[in-house]
């Protein structure tokens, strides 16, 4: 399996990807490989421009090893020399993607523990849960006691239920509780409810129930978390083979980010770049690297910034379970995908 670690970053000056037919519009999309991603990163954006131009021309000063690394990734790429690769066809459906990754997930995720957690609110932990479990076909379980939490993100109104918390219930009861079926458009949820934020379990009985029930599911689980920690997010934490953390990229978010990852220390984290503009900030992106590089952490591919469209959804379902795509949704489900298909590869 590849490992996720920071490579040999390709510089901006050195790398640049054309459009074969260097058309206006085409030339305008063309982005900038972003020089402190991961491997896997510089894979989707190569697939990204790809997927929107048909082919593209990518020269690079990359090594022969990441290139390999991408060649192998499924597209039909024919490599010329080192320093240049032509990169054909790949417009892969989305759809046929989320079957593949689903049925990846099943063989490897089942009983393993994916938690969605930072320490500062509103950076995207929700909506990254909700999309990871849709795409990923897991169980989600809903550790936040606010209201925006993912189950109201997803219909379950606690004020309408006569047991306002599956979870606890389940807890006190000592077995394991029944996912509310999601499909086709939602993931399976087990809901924490208002009642959790004062009748939270010990970080280790937490842990210890989240590992019995996801053996007891055969399914991977997503769990999503208040922030800033707590009992149950730490329990999360504890109990997670993968903990990815979002980050947008701004001055106060990533400095929160670099404190957050030195308390984290230890636990798997996986640092998800959140609300990426098209031609991201180059200090930001330095700041990245260099947190991702002192703690050896993976950085997945990034969620791109969706500055009006996905903060006033409505729609109490999955992004990525939209038959039909937007050109405003069409970016984020293929972000979302990419970044469940690094989790396949990574757990
Ligand atoms: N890539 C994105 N582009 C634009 N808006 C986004 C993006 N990701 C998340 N948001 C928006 O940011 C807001 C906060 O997102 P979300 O609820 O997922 O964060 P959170 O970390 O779970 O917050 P909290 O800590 O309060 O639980 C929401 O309005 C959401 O729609
Ligand atoms: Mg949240």
């Known amino acids: 399996m590849p490992t996720a670690a920071p490579v040999p970053f390709i510089t901006a000056a050195a790398c640049s990807v054309n459009s074969p ?24 954006r190569v697939r990204e421009y ?44 989305i759809h046929t993607r989320i079957d593949a990754v689903r049925k990846r997930a099943a063989d490897t995720l089942s009983g393993r523990i994916i938690a969605v957690e930072s320490d ?23 550790l936040d006691w606010h209201d925006g939490n993912a189950a109201r993100a997803l219909g379950w109104r606690h004020e ?3 047991r306002t918390s599956p979870l606890l219930d389940a807890l006190a009861a000592g077995r394991t509780p029944r996912p509310i079926k999601g499909a086709p458009s939602r993931p399976d949820l ?43 997010a730490n329990g999360a934490a504890e109990a997670a083979h993968l903990v990815p953390t979002p980050c947008p990229l701004t001055e106060k978010d990533l400095a929160a980010l670099d404190g957050w990852v030195d308390v984290m220390d230890g636990y798997p984290l996986m640092i998800v770049p959140n609300r990426v503009p098209r031609v991201p900030p180059a200090a930001q992106l ?5 947190i991702a590089d002192r703690y050896r952490l993976p950085v997945a591919s990034p969620v ?27 970016p984020l489900v293929d972000a979302f995908t990419t970044i469940a298909e690094e989790v396949v590869e990574h757990v």
């Open 21 to 44: 037919i260097g058309t206006a519009p085409a030339a305008r999309r063309c982005f900038v490989i972003y020089r402190a991603f991961t491997r896997l990163s510089i894979y989707a």
């Open 190 to 232: 087990v809901p924490g409810g208002p009642d959790l934020e004062a009748r939270q379990p010990s970080a280790h009985d937490m842990a210890q129930a989240l590992v019995e029930w996801a053996d007891q599911w055969k399914r991977p689980v997503v769990v999503d978390t208040h922030p800033g920690g707590g009992h149950a």
């Open 120 to 142: 500062k609110g509103g950076l995207g932990k929700t909506t990254l849960a909700v999309e990871l479990a849709y795409v990923l076909d897991a169980v989600l379980i809903d």
């Open 50 to 93: 790809v997927l929107l131009h048909g082919s593209a021309t990518v020269r690079t000063s990359a090594s022969q090893d990441v290139l390999d690394y991408a060649f192998s990734r499924g597209h039909a790429y024919s490599p010329t020399d080192s320093r240049t690769q032509v990169c054909e066809s790949a417009r892969v459906d």
């Open 286 to 290: 330095g700041w990245v690297e260099s």
């Open 304 to 330: 791109p910034e969706s500055s009006t469209w996905l903060p006033r959804r409505k729609a109490r379902t999955a992004v990525c379970s939209a038959r039909s795509l937007s050109p405003k949704s069409e």
């Open 160 to 162: 309408q239920r006569a």
